[in-house]
């Protein structure tokens, strides 16, 4: 098929794929018409007609668009990484449909105002922004920002991240608030003395290399203050990118005794590990760091056994400049809306379903956050991708639709891509 | 004429054992050059080095500067204060600036790890690593070295001990690699927190205990307390970590033993080391200072040299 864009005003026929929607507990071979953006039939056979683009999608599967709780946009303040425009672009074109923006802009989004601008900003964009507020006024740590007047103007869930709450009692504070307003609290966890200034995990590698450590207990004690907290006075608190296993150890812990406790984790933590920064390539320097074998494998046998929640990218641009530096002074993070589903099928796929993998990116992220998509059902507004689970394919920097290109995994070859997106009118097409 | 298999001196976890001998070997031809009434060979005659210095450290600028003078090589001496490197200016920005000199050789001392072997993406000549932080200092390691083989007659076998505040060393992991390297058994002793978690898997024994070390060992390499630390609470005094940590006179009467005592420079008179014992016979410390430029003259000669010298 030739790489070109449909025009989502005409009519698009998807021939005899196979429909997964969790929402709607579907899950079979059917056609799908889609007639200016919206869903006109679902139904098994459809008469080919000569205005139809028809897409043939034997072998794939059709289903909804993908949501990431996690990604930095960094409108308003730093546009040279990404604009809100820019961070879409590569968001529907790694197949996602929504996207929750963190609030650490300049300013940072802690007033209603701001979380009107960032949603009345994106009416235009081919994805859904859904932004997270900030905890704290100016994510400063010393007072509550107004948050029920975020949640009222449109925001899904509070975080300071990027910079973790050190001070205990205004978590206690944050966690009882959000009760009122049913939303999640997302702390950055990690307890920045024990963090140390260390850039990396600290471990064998961080000893040959001679950098100062960041050790995984600097996790899991801020995640077991987080969680002992959350058991006393309840509310609900999401995890952002859990990248341990003793911090794994604590959530089960607390998630056994009944405390409302979510967990997201990235594709990197899930793929890579700290020997990925063995030649101190700064594009692998992330925060919280990339961390052992053995916290690897911990990770990837939580997410099959459901105790991980979702995928969440993280996506973290930073421009050319940010990331060649020396490694003290290069910026942490990396870009991962274009890369995170054939990152994370190719290191799932020979351990859960395929189904169970789109989970990662749909039903579950939405169930954190309270949110549902336009669901795969007649006179729908489409919001769906086509995903060939098997298709083999190398993660270009040509192909790069972010304003930043700062990936480790730039150059490999990645399993399972979304071949089509469509939302919102739009029709992005990787055929 | 001899060679090496590197063409850059990044470190001593990576190159190998015979490049470490050849770059010893050589080492003592030129310490002869040294003792010579004309200390100059031309060498590197026309060759253009460049001292790239992120932060102050002049003892070993002034060996490099020594060693490239002896050798006959021009010298250019680029100071950048580590301010600017935290105020963004990049690393490939540095070397850009000075690229257009056409330069043969560069020599790099920076305060982060791992900017030696950035520096190999930048540029295509050969990189002296002249301290990245606490990653490596090979050309101190290769100095200490030369200096146990000048003693002793050899490194293998023998028993070497570190003490120190290992985990904020420049030299100590160099030293640690570039000794097991050579069939040397190592000890490492410290305050427990001013090691590395796991450093036992780099192939060196762990004390806590100074006696136990000196006990231990045929020579010790006893690293500087740099002051800074006792700021931040590291090290409660400089009285307490004497106590406990520190070569000194009565210790050493106690042992009754023949020790060989290194120090990488320079000295805190009185806190780490004695004055007495840092002027005494058993310390091979000036020694070491020569041979730093005799070493350092070798490095510099097998990656850049083309011609044999007498
Ligand atoms: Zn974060």
């Known amino acids: 098929m030739s790489k070109r864009t449909l025009n989502s005003k005409g009519n698009i026929l998807l021939k005899n794929g196979r429909i997964y929607d969790p929402f709607l507990l579907i899950n079979e071979k059917s056609d799908l018409l889609i007639s200016d953006g919206f869903i006109e039939e679902i139904k098994k056979d459809i008469k080919i007609k000569k205005d139809f683009d028809v897409i043939d999608c034997e072998g794939k599967i059709i289903t909804n668009g993908f949501v990431d709780i996690h990604a930095h946009f960094r409108e308003p303040g730093f546009e040279f990484k990404e604009t809100l425009e820019t961070g879409s672009t590569a968001a529907i074109h790694g197949g996602y449909t929504r996207v929750c923006t963190m609030p650490n802009t300049n300013p940072v ?58 001070n205990s009692q205004l978590m206690r504070y944050a966690l009882e608030y959000s009760k009122k307003f049913g939303i999640p ?247 | 004429m001899k060679k090496i298999e590197s063409k850059h001196l990044l470190g001593l976890e990576k190159i190998s054992k015979k490049d470490i001998e050849t770059i010893i070997d050589v080492g003592f031809t030129f310490r002869e050059v040294l003792e010579r009434p004309i200390k100059k060979v031309p060498v590197l005659n026309g060759k253009n080095i460049v001292n790239l210095f992120f932060e102050n450290s002049t003892r070993t600028k002034i060996s490099f500067e020594l060693a490239e003078k002896r050798l006959s090589a021009d010298v250019t001496n680029f100071s950048a204060s580590s301010s600017s490197v935290q105020k963004g200016e990049t690393l490939k920005d540095t070397i850009q600036n000075i690229h257009v000199m056409k330069m043969d050789c560069v020599v790099m001392r920076h305060p982060v790890p791992g900017s030696c072997l950035q520096l190999t993406n930048y540029v295509d000549v050969p990189i002296v690593n002249a301290g990245d932080g606490t990653h490596e200092h090979p050309t101190q390691a290769l100095l200490d070295m030369m200096s146990i083989k000048e003693r ?88 307490e970590y004497r106590t406990f940590f520190g070569i000194t006179n009565e210790r050493l009467a106690r042992h009754k033993k023949e020790l060989v005592i290194m120090h990488p420079g320079p000295i805190n008179r009185g806190v780490e080391i004695d004055s007495e014992v840092a002027d005494s016979d058993q310390a091979i410390i000036l020694d070491q200072v020569l041979n730093g430029v005799a070493v350092r003259m070798s490095v510099l000669y097998l990656l850049l040299g083309s011609k044999d010298f007498e």
């Open chain 1, 185 to 431: 609290v997302i702390n950055h966890a990690e307890d920045c003395c024990l963090v140390n200034q260390g850039t990396m995990h600290e471990g064998d590698v961080s000893l040959n290399l001679g950098l100062v450590g960041n050790p995984d207990i600097s996790e899991s004690t801020m995640i077991y203050r987080d969680l002992a907290i959350a058991d006393y006075v309840g509310g609900s608190l999401h995890i952002p990118h859990v990248s341990s296993s003793k911090s794994l150890d604590v959530i089960k812990f607390f998630k056994e005794k009944g405390v409302n406790v979510s967990v997201e984790v990235t594709p990197h933590h899930l793929a890579l590990t700290d020997k990925a920064l063995q030649s101190y390539d700064t594009n692998a320097k992330v925060a919280p760091p990339i961390r052992s074998d053995i916290d690897r494998e911990s990770i990837q046998n939580a997410v099959c056994s459901g105790l991980i929640n979702c995928i969440a990218t993280d996506h973290a641009p930073h421009s050319i400049v940010d990331k060649e530096r020396d490694f003290n002074n290069a910026s942490c993070g990396m870009i991962g809306l274009e890369s995170a589903f054939g990152v994370t099928n190719k290191v799932l796929k020979d351990k859960k379903t395929v189904e169970s993998i789109i989970d990662l990116f749909t039903i579950n992220p939405c169930k954190i956050i309270n949110i549902e998509p336009n669901l795969i059902m007649e006179k729908k507004l489409a919001e769906l991708n086509i995903i060939d689970p098997n298709i083999k394919w190398e993660f270009k920097p040509s192909s790069i639709k972010s304003k930043s290109s700062n990936s480790p995994f730039v150059g490999e070859k990645l399993i399972g891509k979304v071949m089509m997106t469509i939302n919102k009118g739009f029709c992005i097409n990787n055929f």
């Open chain 1, 109 to 166: 989004i802690d007033t209603p105002e701001l979380v009107k601008f960032i949603i009345d900003s994106s009416i235009d964009l081919p994805i859904y922004i859904h932004p997270i507020g900030a905890i704290t006024k100016g994510q400063k740590g010393l007072e509550l920002a107004e948050i029920g007047q975020m949640i009222q103007a449109g925001a899904v869930a509070i975080s300071d991240d990027g910079l973790p709450l050190t």
């Open chain 2, 152 to 239: 002793f007659g050899k490194i293998e076998g023998l028993n070497i001990g570190i003490v120190g505040d290992i985990l904020h060393s420049r030299v100590a992991l160099s030293n640690i690699y570039g000794l097991i390297k050579m069939g040397a058994n190592v000890k490492v002793c410290a305050p427990p927190h001013l090691l590395q978690r796991g450093i036992e898997k780099l192939g060196v024994s762990v004390c806590y205990d100074v006696d136990d070390l000196i006990d231990w060992a045929d020579a010790i390499n006893v690293l500087r307390i740099q002051r800074e630390r006792m700021g931040i609470g590291l090290i409660p005094s400089t009285r």
